[in-house]
């Protein structure tokens, strides 16, 4: 691996938004943003991707804490993993998303590492990250979908293409929360709901959002709605720090007395978005939630899976993941 | 031969071949184990055009209660800063993209991987390196001795960030439990795999003498 000097970038620190947005404006496609730098840095180091210009956002303070609003929550996107992880609203009615932020990566990229940058990151399949001029990098195959192609951490539903997975871990629990993200652009603001921020192969292979150069993802807002329910974040990865997710789920349960009024389950590292498993979530209105619930609707998740040479594992591990979501471990 | 390489070489006599470097580095004189690393650096062309809003090449920074004033690229790493730089060479570079912790050091108080931080992003800040730990005579730090003597390092690649992070742990927790120095220790990798070694220092560091757990 390659220990030098990361190729030659213009620098932008820009301290407000507006500065920012023009920047994003002016330079286009040409003007990388980073948050925390911890997901940009490898493309630029190991050159598989280059950019002229970099502009860190990281010094725009208005874009950084948690705030409450409308009796739910907004959180700047530029707030890190650690912060959120540490902050007492989102512990005390938001904790699912306290624990998938608390489960990314390590101690280190999780203080330098921000929301923003941990929903934007792009795929880790390893061809792509390799360089290799694949697909979703504008060419015409799949390394990883063929007979000896390595796919033990690739997607199980809604390949078209690209069977790439979603490498982030707050991006689950924030669609299970049903967050809306703000987007702003020099034109003016908009706000995608969590689910419909995430772009799948089969809509647009090249990218892993909605967000169009020039534009900012600004905050994130979390709804009343779940807050205070019961909730249960589980990821299953070959190491406990620094590992992307095998198969994860958070789950949320809106209760009356021993009943499931309303129940999100959504699983990450099976598909190029965040699964929203909406068999199980069905079926879980108006029952109890206990073991024998959990061995009833656990094998609707995987309906309509397809597995890949080495990644036949990832559909009883994602029953069981939810299995153990709905008893409560 | 020029002057330069000829006083270098006679003084390189004279010094120990660390002491040496790290002096030629500090003094930011072009000699060879500096030109190699910082002249050989692809596609970092010298005097390119600023554009404007760019940042400032020559800033001053923080690092161990001094300001230094330093010539830093665009895309220059802290890390790179620091040793190649400033002469701090405590700081490791393990694998350079933020999977190991040899090149952990605190700013303001928290760990990062000074490998992934751009070094404009830390003015204004205060950057301890393992070098600011040792006490005004040069005596080490209470958790340097604690890993000293619970027989921390092995091959001490990884030393100093392990030393950084327990520091950091230390100063925001003062009396973690095993189980909590485990987790903010995570971040660190340790090839010889000495980590009961390291968290039985950080016990006795804390002064949790019966967290200590010696023998298989
Ligand atoms: C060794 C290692 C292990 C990792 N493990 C995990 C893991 O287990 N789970 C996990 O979820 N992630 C993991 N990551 C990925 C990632 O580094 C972190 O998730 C981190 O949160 C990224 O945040 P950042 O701010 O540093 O991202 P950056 O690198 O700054 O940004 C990432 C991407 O998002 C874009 N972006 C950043 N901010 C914005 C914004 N406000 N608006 C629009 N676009 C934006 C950037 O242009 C870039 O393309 C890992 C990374 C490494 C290096
Ligand atoms: S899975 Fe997607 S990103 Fe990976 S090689 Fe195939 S097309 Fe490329
Ligand atoms: S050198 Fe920075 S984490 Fe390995
Ligand atoms: S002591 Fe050798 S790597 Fe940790």
Redesign the pocket.
Known sequence: MLKDMMPHFDLYQPDTLEAALDLAARLGEDGWLVGGGQDSFDWLKNRTRRTSAVIDLSGIAALRGVRVRDAGIEIGALTTLTEIEDDAVIRSRYSLLASAAGRVASPQIRNAGTLGGNLCQD?R????RGG?D????GGN?????TPE?Q?RE??IFNAS????VTPSDTANALVALDAQMVIAGRSGERVVPAAAFFVG?DID?RRMTVIEPGEILTAVRIPATWSGAQFHFEKVADRTTWDFALVSVAAAFRMEGEVIRDARIVCGAVACVPWRVTAVERALVGATRNAATADKVAQLATGGARALNFNQFKLPLMENLIRRAIRGA | MSDLTVDAAAEARRLSRREFIKRVIASGAVASSASFVMGGLAGCAPARRQVSGAVERLVSINVNGQLRRVDVLPQETLAMTLRYKLGLTGTKLGCDRAECGACTVMIDGTTYYACSTLTHGVRGRKVVTVEGLRGPDGELHPVQQAFVDELGPQCGFCTPGQVVAAVALLQKNPKPSREEARHAMSGNLCRCGAYDNYLNAIMRAAGNLTEIHHGA
Do not use: E, K, L, S
């Open positions: 795929t399949c390893w061809y792509y290799v694949c697909y979703r990098a195959m799949c390394y990883a979908d192609g796919n690739h997607a293409r690209c069977v790439a192969p292979i």
